[in-house]
Nanobody
């Protein structure tokens, strides 16, 4: 089992920045990757960014160049999502997700990001 805890959401204006944090605990040695997803009201949950155990990263086209996913150098089980140049359409509930070698799929509770115009 892996437990995920997100933090860092809030209300910002368009063009501003925000950093989300996700801390994993439990059976973290089995984690293959940690990812961020987001879900806006009435829409599906979509992938935003992912960082694999080896450090490889991927991004949704809508956030590439604006968002950066990274791992804490001193705490590999903590992953950040640096969000710059935020847009109103980035407003959503942001979830942390992890997959394990055994096929486990775990989610955090989510943290709200609201971008006002």
């Amino acid at each position: 089992q892996v437990q995920l805890e997100e933090s860092g959401g809030g209300l910002v204006q368009a063009g501003e920045s925000l950093t989300l944090s996700c801390t994993a605990s439990g059976s973290t040695t089995n984690i293959v990757y940690i990812a961020w997803y987001r879900q806006a009201p009435g829409q599906e949950r979509d992938s935003v960014a992912l960082i694999a155990r080896g450090g490889h990263t991927t991004y949704a086209s809508s956030v590439k160049g604006r968002f950066t996913i990274s791992r804490d150098n001193n705490a590999e089980n903590t992953v950040y999502l640096q969000m710059n140049s935020l847009k109103v359409e980035d407003t959503a509930l942001y979830y942390c997700n992890s997959r394990t070698l055994q096929g486990g799929n775990f989610w955090g509770q989510g943290t709200q990001v609201t971008v006002s115009s």
